[in-house]
Each structure stands twice: as C-alpha cells, then as structure tokens.
C-alpha cells in the first residue's frame, strides 16, 4: 500500500469498512469467527457464538431472540489485518429484522457475500443485494461449503448471474467437492492449495504451478487434474477479466470458492478483499458530496440500539464517521435538533468488548450514548450544516393496530411508540381520522420485540388487534388543490408517521394500483429519507 501524506489520508487509506450479507445458514457467523481469528480480534473459535449464548443471558428482551434461537442484534466488530484497520459490521440474517439490515448497509463502503454452495442464491441474499445495488456497493462472493456435496460451481455462477444480475469473475476454482474436494486453484497466482480439512493451509500446502499442462497437478490431483484442466479452459473461454472499475461500481464480482467451518479459503479471501476493497468513499448530502479526508468531522447515526446493557437501560447511537477526526470530548452540532452536543463518552466496538474511544477515523463506528436525542439519519458535524443522504424508510408491508388493555398508560404507550420507531424497530401511524396507533412492520417478529419492549421497559399492558391493510405509502403532490381534494375522498385511508408524514394504508397492491391510476397528480413513494 503506498502511503499518502497527509495524516488524514494515511488513516483512510488503511480503513475498510464492510458488512457480510448471506441468507441464514449460509455461513455468515462461522466466516466472521474466523475473520476475526486471523485479525487477532479473538483468540478461540467458537468465541463469536459463545458471545451470542452470552448476550441472550444478560439481556431481558431478547429472551425473545432466545427462545426463537435467531440473532436480533447488530453489532460492529474491529479488528486489524496486515496494515489495515476493518470493521465489520454485522447483521441480522433473520429476514424479520432487514430493515435493519438494509440500515446498516448504508454505512459499508463494500460488502461480502456468502452463498451456500448447495443452495446457491436464496431469497435474502436477493433482497440484500438489491439494497446493496442501490448504492452500487462493491461486492466480493465467497461460495462455502465447498467440503460438501453441493451445485457444479459453473453452476452456482450462471445462478449468482441470472438472480443477482451481477457478472462473476472467479479468483479461484474448486477442485471437486464433498468427499473428492482437494483445494482450490488460484487463477491469477497460478497455485493450487491443497485442502486439509480443519487446519489453515500451511505454506507447504501451496503449491505453484508452471502453468495447468505442469506434470505436478497429475501427481497432485491424480485424475482430478484433467477435470481441472478442462474446467480452466471452458472458463478462459468464458469469463471475462476482473476490471476494478467494474467491481467498484458493483457490476462485476470477484468469485472465492472455500469452506470457512474449515478455514479454508478464508486467508486467501481476506487477503484480497483488503487489497480490493475500496477505502472510505465520499458520501452524498443534500447540498454537496462530503470526502472522507475533509479536516472537518461529519458522521451519521444509522442504528440506535437499546440495552445493550440491561443494567443501564441505555441507547447507543452507532455513527459511521464520513470525515474528519473524531477525538474524545469533541463538540459538534447535531442538525436536526440544531444544537451543539459534546460527545464525551463515544465507544468503539472490539469483536469482544467495548472500549472509550479516544480518537477515530472516517470509516469508523462510534457508539455515542443518548437518552432519547439521535434518530436513524441524524448528522453530526463540526460546524457547516450537513445533512447525509440515503438513510431509507422502507413502506411496512405488516399491520397490527395496538390496544391498550389499561387505557391510563396511554402517554407512556406514547413515549414507549415514539422511542421505538426513532430506534428504527417499529413504525407507527395514526389515522387521521381515528385515535388509534398502527403498527406497521416489515417482519412479524418485529410486533413480537415491540410488544415485549413496551411492556418491560414501558410497562405498558396491550394487545394486538388484526387490521385490514396489507400496504402503506408515503404521499406527496404538487397540487395543492388535488390534494385537498385527494384527503377528503380518502381520509379513512390517511394517516400520519411518527414523524408527521401522510401516508396512504391500504389492503392490497389491487387496491393501490387502482387509487394511482385515478390520482396521478399524487405520487405514492414505497421508501422515504430519514428526516
Ligand atoms: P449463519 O451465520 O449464516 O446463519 O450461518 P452459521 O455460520 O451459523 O453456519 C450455519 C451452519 O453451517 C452451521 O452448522 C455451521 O457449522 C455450518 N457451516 C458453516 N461453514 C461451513 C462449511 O464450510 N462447511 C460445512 N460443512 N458446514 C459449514 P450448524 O450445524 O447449524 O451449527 P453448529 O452446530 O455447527 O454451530
């Protein structure tokens, strides 16, 4: 890596900050295990899960994520590799809870994707991936599994191609699979690791090789080298070169094939995603692009996580740094509320613990503890008013309407709705023409965590009742008439977000399509900028 002058771009240049997005099962949690494990982040497999069972323990509400045996959480790890800094920052694979994830993919500059070798490309990775398009977030796929039985891996490519829309340029290439799996080839170093199951590959289980015609593969691979050699050629024939602009853009992606419960393949994958990966980018607002190596300090909130220590009852606002230095004690305004704050007591988030932060860098998280003052999409920054773009509210597609079984808590019902959906975990509408609350989600166990919450941390006793929406939109119009016109005829149908926002419920995407047709004038958006 050659080094820029300036201290600043020194300290972005080694950054990398990306987030992992898989469907369950696929791997995720066992490839950040071993991540870490080569970053020194931890020191024993089987560390990240025991640290899973862990916060189950000491945390109350996710009794919840317990009993359902699913990871609610999303947490930043950071760790060092060769001469750079990552941070990883993981999250949710059940699908219940992707709005958050969707949340915390605005705050990577780059993402790794893991696909199960037998599975192939599964629902979530789909959704995930038409978030990280939006963006144009450059992405590196790791294939795992590759110890089992699974798809021809020419196979699982032209399936990564058709479903994600994204070209495949393989690194490496398996050597069989299951029981006949013998390593990897490396296409561009022209080496072949040999697989040993369990162990990180050794050095003497890298072997170069000449070129594919060299009489070592036959030693080495026995029959198996032919099938190589023809793989090799049909690819050659095939495949177009990586070109890292296309990478960066996102519209091609570099290809590893391993198995990470192995860790094999792993160190290969990690090698290269720091020397492709790009560094902090520069980031859009709403009056002009923000580079990361700005003197000045800027930075978003993007996750708000509550009692992260139960003890404390504490939120913590996870801010991406976009520029600037952040040090301990720092000033800076908060633009929303339009008022200076002093971030005494920022954390950085270690795989295993949390520590003061005395200084941090564009590219890094910062956890800053508030009671209740930072929203998803809140802007720190030094002093010129900045608002960062990009931080999505995503239509539920989930209703329920909420009802108080003791009608007295109904400001703490309030307070406990307000402070939930500024946490992103819920969202809220009150009708405009009923007092009542409801709640719309995009996975049911969303209700389950919010109904859980407002009762131990609010003490508010409800039920939910089924309502019959199925949609929501955010509406806007020009025509300040038409929309006069547009309220009254559908005021049973309008409500308003926990935000003031008029949005439209209604029972179908049928019914939607009809009322757009008959209303052109009034545009009906499916995602809406945080505030
Ligand atoms: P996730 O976070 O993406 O949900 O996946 P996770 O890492 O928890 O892995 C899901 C399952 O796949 C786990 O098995 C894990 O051990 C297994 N796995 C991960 N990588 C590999 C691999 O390279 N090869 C094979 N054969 N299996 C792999 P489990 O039985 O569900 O859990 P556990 O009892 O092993 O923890």
Same mark, same amino acid.
């Given at each position: 890596m050659t080094r820029p002058n300036s201290k600043i771009a020194q300290e972005v240049a080694m950054r990398r900050t990306f987030g992992i997005i898989s469907h369950p099962d696929a791997g995720k949690t066992t490839l950040t295990e071993k991540l870490l494990l080569f970053g020194g982040a931890i020191q024993t497999a089987g560390a990240v899960k025991a640290k899973k069972a862990q916060r189950h323990a000491t945390s109350d509400w996710m009794a919840i994520e317990q009993e359902r045996g699913i990871s609610v959480t999303t947490s930043v790890m950071k760790f060092n590799y060769r001469d750079y800094e990552v941070n990883l920052l993981d999250t949710p694979g059940h699908q219940d809870f992707s709005e958050d994830t969707y949340r915390v993919l605005t705050a990577v500059d780059s993402a790794l994707m893991v696909i199960d070798s037998a599975r192939g490309v599964e629902t979530q990775t789909e959704k995930l991936m038409a978030v990280c398009r939006m963006r144009n977030t450059p992405i590196i796929t790791f294939i795992n599994k590759l110890d089992r039985e699974g798809m021809s891996p020419l196979d699982i490519l032209s399936d990564i191609e058709e479903k994600l829309q994204i070209e495949c340029v393989p690194m490496s290439w398996p050597i069989g699979m299951g029981k006949r799996f013998k390593g990897v080839y490396n @296409?561009?170093?022209k080496e072949i690791s040999l697989f040993n199951p369990g162990e990180d590959s050794k050095p003497k289980d890298v072997i170069t090789v000449k !070129?594919?015609? !060299?009489p070592v593969l036959d030693t080495l691979l026995g029959s198996q080298a032919d099938e190589l050699r023809e793989d090799i050629e049909l690819l050659e024939g095939a495949a177009s070169p990586l070109e890292m602009r296309h990478y960066l853009s996102g519209s091609q992606t570099p290809v590893f094939f391993g198995s990470a419960i192995n860790n094999f393949g792993v160190r290969e994958l990690l090698d290269a995603f720091v020397e492709m990966a790009p560094a902090p980018s520069p980031r859009a607002t709403t009056t002009r692009m923000v580079s990361p190596e700005e003197e000045s300090f800027s930075g978003f909130a993007f996750k708000i996580q509550a009692n992260m220590d139960p003890a404390h009852r504490d939120r913590i606002a996870f801010v991406r740094i976009c520029s600037g230095k952040f040090t301990r004690g720092m000033k800076v305004m908060h633009h929303r509320l339009g008022k200076e704050i002093t971030i005494s007591n920022a954390t950085i988030f270690m795989a295993q613990d949390r520590s003061h932060v005395d200084e941090a860098w564009p590219g890094d998280i910062i956890g800053v503890h508030n009671h209740g003052t930072v929203k998803i999409g809140d802007t720190f920054s030094a002093k010129e008013p900045l608002k960062f773009t990009g931080i999505p509210n995503f239509a539920p597609e989930i209703f329920r309407r909420v009802i108080l079984k003791?009608? @007295?808590k109904l400001k703490q019902l309030q307070k406990g709705l307000t402070q939930l959906a500024e946490e992103g975990a819920v969202q809220f509408f009150r009708p405009v023409n009923a007092p009542d609350y409801i709640l719309g989600a995009v996975g049911s166990l969303q209700f389950d965590v919010t109904m859980h919450r407002l009762k131990a941390e609010y003490s508010v006793d409800a039920i939910y009742e089924n309502v019959n929406f199925g949609v929501a939109r955010w509406i806007r119009c020009e025509d300040p008439k038409k929309f006069a016109e547009f309220e009254k005829k559908h005021s049973h149908n309008l409500a308003r977000d926990a935000e003031g926002h008029l949005t439209f419920l209604t029972t179908t995407e049928w019914q939607l399509g009809f009322v757009e047709e008959q209303w052109p004038d009034v545009v009906f958006l499916k995602t809406r900028e945080a505030d």
């Open positions: @296409l561009y170093k !070129d594919l015609s !060299d003791n009608p @007295l």
